[in-house]
């Protein structure tokens, strides 16, 4: 089976502080996405990579980065966290290829971070 | 651009009930679709999925099929239990250009069982 690992499953920070989210998958998946998850918003696509060092924006990348420095290994920045990015993250993972659309996305767990 | 639309909720419902959970999408192209469940406290886990037209997607008693001519996705079971309390996604997949895998959810839908 995938797994998705997520770092934290809770997490606490302060106004300011840069915050780093870590996932790590083990099936060698081309693809990877962070998504946030609010109440009433469904999940919304933060950022996505196809590759290494590869990144491309999501619905809502304003206020965060990502580093993709090894396969497997994929990080969500805040790099000035503010209250209004409280909220439940998830990562997910899914193979790639061409016409291989169909491909199901993998999830982590979840980190519930809260900006104090 | 792409969409996908799912009932609102919460849905309750009693034990052995009939479930049905409405999905219609807007895609360009010819999308994969997938179910997903969360259960609380967790992330989503794929529940089933079918990847062409009239495909039944299928498992743990749900099922789902591909209804390519009104773009939906309909999520049906008959008969459910109090372990199926969750919030259920629709997730069309986008297959064309640059976004290869990419997903399309939908808000989720809350379904509660009571005994």
């Known amino acids: 089976d995938v797994k998705v690992t997520q770092s934290s499953r809770y997490l606490v920070k302060r106004t300011g502080e840069k915050v780093f989210l870590e996932c790590v998958q083990d099936?060698?998946?081309?693809?990877m996405f962070w998504y946030r998850q609010d109440p009433g918003l469904g999940l919304r696509l933060i950022y996505f990579?196809?590759?290494?060092?590869m990144k491309e924006k999501g619905d809502i990348p304003e206020g965060y980065s990502v580093s993709r420095e090894k396969k497997e290994r994929f990080s969500l920045i805040l790099e000035s966290a503010s209250t209004n990015q409280t909220s439940m993250y998830l990562c997910a993972s899914s193979l790639w290829g061409t016409g291989l659309g169909n491909q199901p996305q993998h999830f982590g767990d979840g980190t519930r971070l809260s900006i104090l | 651009g792409d969409s996908v639309t799912q009932m609102e909720g919460p849905v309750t419902l009693s034990e052995e009930a009939f479930l049905t959970i409405n999905c219609t999408y807007t895609a360009t192209g010819y999308p994969s679709l997938f179910w997903y469940v969360q259960y609380p406290g967790e992330g989503l886990q794929l529940l089933l999925k079918a990847t062409k037209a009239d495909d039944k997607g299928s498992n743990k008693g749900f099922e789902a099929t591909y209804r390519k001519e009104t773009t939906s996705f309909h999520l049906e079971k008959g008969s459910v239990q109090v372990s199926d309390s969750a919030v259920y996604f629709c997730?069309?997949?986008?297959?064309?250009?640059?976004?290869?895998?990419?997903?399309?959810f939908g808000k989720g839908t809350k379904l509660s069982v009571k005994p």
């Open positions: 099936m060698d998946h081309e693809n």
């Open positions: 997730a069309p997949s986008m297959n064309y250009g640059g976004s290869q895998g990419n997903l399309i």
């Open positions: 990579s196809y590759d290494v060092k």
